[in-house]
C-alpha cells in the first residue's frame, strides 16, 4: 500500500521534470528562425552583391579573429583565451570540409546574427552576435555572397579548444544567450535622422564597437548594447589596453573631438588628439580605413550624440605648463626618451606624434595602455597602403619597471593630466604578460 | 615648401610627414648629418632648430617650416658651434665619427643654453649613443669647454 502510493508520488514528481528537461534540451539545441529558412540554394551571386558583401566583411573586420597574418585569408586560427581555456576562430572560407562550404544562407544567418552552427550547437560570444544580430536582411546576403564567391576556399582543419569536459559543453550557451543576447535586428529611430541611424546601425551591429569599448559584467557580457544603456561604449579594460569611453567625456572620451576629427581618425589613423595603438591599429589597418566617408560621418554623428559622465570623467581637462623641475623622478627620463617626439612640452607634433597633454592615456585611471605602449612600442600603421614613418619604440629592454613607472607617474601627473601615479608592480605584470617568451603571454579576449 | 637650412632658403618638394632628415640628405646632399636608428633614440641624425637640438628622423618636414635649422655644415658659422668643433679637433674625440655630428650638435645647443654646465647637466645632456664608447672623450670636451665659459 504504502509501496503503491510512494509510486504514484514519484511519477507524479518525475513527469514535470521530464518534461522541463524536454523542453530544456529543445531550447538549448533549436535552431532560431531566420527569414531564409525557405531561401532557394544560390550557385553564382551578382558581382554586386560579392563586392557589397566584401564591403560588410569590412565594416564588421571578420578578419581581426577569422585571419591570420601569412595565412589564407579567412582560414581561422586566431587564439582566444577564455577563463576556462583557449579558444581558436574558425575556417569559415567556402570549404567543403573544413570551412562553410556546405552553409546554406539560413545556416549562415543562423551562425553570424545568432551564434547557432547546424545542428543547434552554440558559439561561443568571442564571436560576436550579440551585435551582428542588429545586421540587416540585406547585409546577411550579401555578406555570404561575399564568402560564398569571394572568398577563396581553403582546406585548413578547425584547432579545438583546450577547454575540458564537462565545461565545453556548447548548450549553456543557450541559457546565456536568452538572458544577454538580443534577437531583433536593428530598428531604426523614427526620432533621429538617417545619417545618426546609419551610425547607431554601424557601430552597435557590423563594427561591433562594444566588443572592446564596452565594460563587460560578471558573465562577461557587454553591460549595454546600445546608447539606452549608459554603460555603452564607457570604455573597457581588455587584452591589456584600456579601450576608452567612445562618449562625450572630455578626458577618457570623444568630448574634445569634432565630428571631423573622429572620421580622420577612423580614416587615416590619426587627428590633433591621437594616433591610433593597440588593438585599434587593427581595427583601423583592417576596417575602419576601408568605411566610405559618409558611413564614417555618420558614426562620429552617432557617437557625438552619446553623452558623456561628469561623475566618472572629472574636471575637464586643461593644459598647464610644467613647472621647471628637471629633477622630479621620470622628468629627464622623459626629456632624454620622449620629448623627441612628444615635445619637453607635451604638446607632440600633431598629426604625426601625438600629444601626451591631454591624451587619454594620460588621464584615465586605468594605466594599462600607457604602460603596455611604453614596453611594447606600437604596431604598424598602414594607411592606404602605406606604412607610417613614425612609430613609438618599444622601451621593454631599455627602461626598467622603475624607469617605466617613474617616467609614465611624470606624464600622467604634468600638463594638467592627472591619471594618477604608476605602480612599479602593474609594469612588472604587464611586462611579464606581454612578454612572448615568459610562460603566462597575455592571450586576446574579444575583438 | 621653403625650408631655412644654414642662412639659405630651399625650395622643398616633400610629402607633409617626411622625416626632415630624408630632405636633408637625400633631398639637399647635406650629409653631414647621419641616419642612426630612425626612432629617435642614438642622436646621430641630431640638428638645431631655433637653436634647440631636434633628432631629425623624427621631425616631419611640414614642422619646421619657417623655423631656422643648422646643420653640421655651417656648426663652425656659429660661435659657440666654433669652438665646439675646435675642442673636438683638440681633444681628438672622435672615433669612427658616426655619431659625431650629432654628439656636436647636442654639445653646442647644451653651451647656448647653459654657458658653464655643471658635469651633472652634461650628463643630463649629452646622452647621444656612440658605439665606439667615445663617452669619456666627449664629457671632457664639454668640461673643458664649460670651464672655458667659467674662467
Not at chain 1, 68 to 97: Q, R, S, V, Y
Request: glycine share 10%; charged share 15%; aromatic share 8%.
Amino acid at each position: 500500500m504504502n509501496n503503491r502510493r510512494f509510486a504514484r508520488t514519484a511519477g507524479w514528481l518525475a513527469l514535470p521534470c521530464l518534461v522541463a528537461a524536454g523542453l530544456l534540451a529543445w531550447y538549448v539545441t533549436r535552431e532560431p528562425a531566420t527569414p531564409f529558412a525557405q531561401a532557394p540554394a544560390t550557385a553564382t551571386f551578382e558581382p554586386a552583391l560579392v563586392s557589397r558583401g566584401e564591403y560588410v566583411a569590412r565594416l564588421s573586420d571578420c578578419v581581426a579573429c577569422h585571419s591570420l597574418p601569412g595565412k589564407a585569408p579567412f582560414a581561422g586560427g586566431l587564439e582566444m583565451a577564455t577563463p576556462l581555456g583557449a579558444i581558436h576562430a574558425t575556417n569559415i572560407t567556402p570549404d567543403k570540409t573544413t570551412g562553410i562550404g556546405s552553409y546554406s544562407l539560413a545556416d549562415f544567418d543562423r551562425a553570424v546574427r545568432h551564434g547557432v552552427a547546424p545542428g543547434g550547437r552554440r558559439l561561443y560570444p568571442a564571436m560576436p552576435y550579440p551585435s551582428y544580430v542588429k545586421l540587416s536582411d540585406d547585409d546577411v546576403k550579401a555578406l555570404y555572397a561575399f564568402f560564398m564567391q569571394g572568398v577563396q576556399p581553403a582546406n585548413q582543419a578547425n584547432i579545438p579548444s583546450d577547454i575540458p569536459w564537462p565545461l565545453n559543453m556548447r548548450w549553456p550557451i543557450a541559457l546565456w544567450n536568452g538572458v544577454f543576447a538580443p534577437t531583433a535586428t536593428y530598428a531604426a529611430k523614427p526620432n533621429q535622422d538617417a545619417l545618426w541611424n546609419r551610425g547607431a546601425y554601424i557601430v552597435q551591429g557590423p563594427g561591433h564597437c562594444g566588443s572592446c569599448h564596452t565594460p563587460r559584467g560578471l558573465a562577461f557580457n557587454e553591460k549595454a548594447l546600445d546608447e539606452s544603456g549608459a554603460p555603452f561604449l564607457a570604455g573597457a579594460l581588455l587584452d591589456g589596453w584600456y579601450a576608452p569611453s567612445l562618449r562625450q567625456d572630455p578626458n577618457t572620451g570623444l568630448g574634445r573631438w569634432d565630428e571631423a576629427q573622429i572620421v580622420q581618425f577612423l580614416k587615416t589613423g590619426r587627428n590633433a588628439h591621437a594616433v591610433v595603438y593597440g588593438s585599434m591599429t587593427e581595427a583601423f589597418n583592417n576596417s575602419t580605413q576601408f568605411m566610405q566617408d559618409d558611413d564614417l560621418a555618420a558614426i562620429a554623428r552617432y557617437l557625438k550624440s552619446l553623452p558623456g559622465d561628469p561623475q566618472r570623467d572629472g574636471t575637464p581637462w586643461q593644459y598647464q605648463a610644467a613647472a621647471t623641475n628637471p629633477d622630479a623622478p621620470g622628468a629627464h627620463t622623459y626629456a632624454t626618451r620622449c620629448a623627441s617626439c612628444h615635445g619637453l612640452d607635451g604638446k607632440g607634433q600633431p598629426d604625426w606624434m601625438p600629444p601626451l597633454a591631454g591624451a587619454t592615456s594620460a588621464l584615465a585611471k586605468e594605466s594599462a595602455s600607457a604602460i603596455n605602449i611604453t614596453l611594447n612600442g606600437s604596431q604598424r600603421v598602414v594607411a592606404a597602403g602605406v606604412p607610417d614613418a613614425y612609430r613609438m619604440p618599444a622601451f621593454r629592454e631599455q627602461l626598467t619597471d622603475q624607469q617605466i613607472a617613474e617616467v609614465l607617474s611624470y606624464v600622467r601627473g604634468t600638463w594638467g593630466n592627472n591619471g594618477g601615479a604608476v605602480d612599479v608592480k602593474a609594469v612588472g605584470k604587464l611586462r611579464g604578460h606581454t612578454d612572448p617568451a615568459s610562460s603566462s603571454p597575455i592571450i586576446l579576449h574579444m575583438r | 615648401m621653403e625650408l631655412r637650412i644654414n642662412q639659405k632658403a630651399y625650395q622643398v618638394d616633400a610629402d607633409a610627414d617626411t622625416p626632415l632628415l630624408w630632405v636633408i640628405r637625400d633631398d639637399l646632399g647635406l650629409t653631414g648629418t647621419k641616419y642612426g636608428c630612425g626612432l629617435a633614440q642614438c642622436g646621430a641624425c641630431s640638428v638645431l632648430v631655433d637653436g634647440n637640438v631636434v633628432r631629425s628622423c623624427v621631425t616631419p618636414v611640414a614642422g619646421v617650416v619657417g623655423r631656422e635649422i643648422t646643420t653640421i655644415e655651417a656648426i663652425e658659422e656659429d660661435e659657440v658651434g666654433k669652438r665646439v668643433v675646435a675642442t673636438w679637433v683638440e681633444q681628438q674625440v672622435a672615433q669612427c665619427g658616426y655619431c659625431q655630428s650629432g654628439q656636436v650638435m647636442a654639445a653646442t645647443a647644451l653651451l647656448k643654453h647653459t654657458r658653464a654646465p655643471s658635469k651633472a647637466q652634461i650628463d643630463a645632456a649629452m646622452v647621444n649613443l656612440c658605439r665606439c664608447g667615445t663617452y669619456n672623450a666627449i664629457h671632457a670636451a664639454v668640461d673643458a669647454l664649460a670651464k672655458q665659459e667659467g674662467a
